[in-house]
């Protein structure tokens, strides 16, 4: 199958995502600054999750340009197993910022984070293996460390979040950081392997 059609959907879902993240923001229940300002933790929760969304989104976008085809039914329940987790963004990012960074809405929110970290590699594992021995998306993303270590430092996120809030959101804002910074491998191999057709 075009690996087009699974994009597509991939693309709906994480703009039903938004949506839904976008519409959990209230407006302000009176009409002054302290009611703005009580807004904070919303805005920055939402702020923080439209990040992560855009990274995955604009991440899973690159890779396919490396599989533009997808055999097989493990490639597609790995995306949808990706996209399961990240469906709970809106619902742990809602309970965060409803209750101000408190310990147990910022663990959560850092589980799911984890969890979508996870399927993301299942999904790469997944796309690798389909791709066989001499796979593209291997050649790009090489060891990996981004991949790697994105997931202690959400899990010293989640511990953090019992006893320094602050700091766990403080992680979990490090990572999306790390992640926007743009990564060029996945370029580099498609044009080379663009260059290698027109060849």
Not at 13 to 29: D, G
Not at 147 to 176: H, T
Request: with cysteine; aromatic share 12%.
């Amino acid at each position: 199958m075009n690996s087009d059609r699974l994009k597509a959907l991939t693309d709906g879902v994480i703009a039903v995502i938004i949506t839904i993240m976008v519409l959990e923001m209230k407006p302000p229940s009176g009409h002054d600054s302290a009611a703005l300002a009580a807004l904070l933790p919303q805005f920055l929760s939402y702020v923080l999750s439209f990040v992560y969304v855009a990274i995955y989104w604009n991440n899973h976008h690159h890779f396919f340009t490396l599989a533009p085809k997808v055999g097989g039914g493990g490639v597609m329940w790995a995306n949808f197993h990706l996209l399961f987790w990240l469906s709970l963004i809106p619902l742990a990012t809602a309970w965060m910022g409803e209750h101000g960074f408190q310990p147990w809405p910022m663990a959560v929110y850092g589980a799911v984070l984890l969890a979508c970290s996870l399927a993301w590699m299942v999904m790469q594992a997944a796309i690798i293996r389909a791709q066989g021995a001499h796979s593209a998306l291997r050649q790009a993303i090489g060891a990996d460390w981004k991949g790697k270590l994105s997931p202690p430092l959400y899990l010293l996120g989640i511990g953090l979040s019992f006893a320094i809030p602050w700091a766990a959101a403080a992680a979990y804002a490090l990572v999306a950081l790390w992640w926007l910074v743009p990564d060029r491998r996945v370029r580099h191999v498609a044009a080379r392997l663009e260059d290698d057709q027109a060849g």
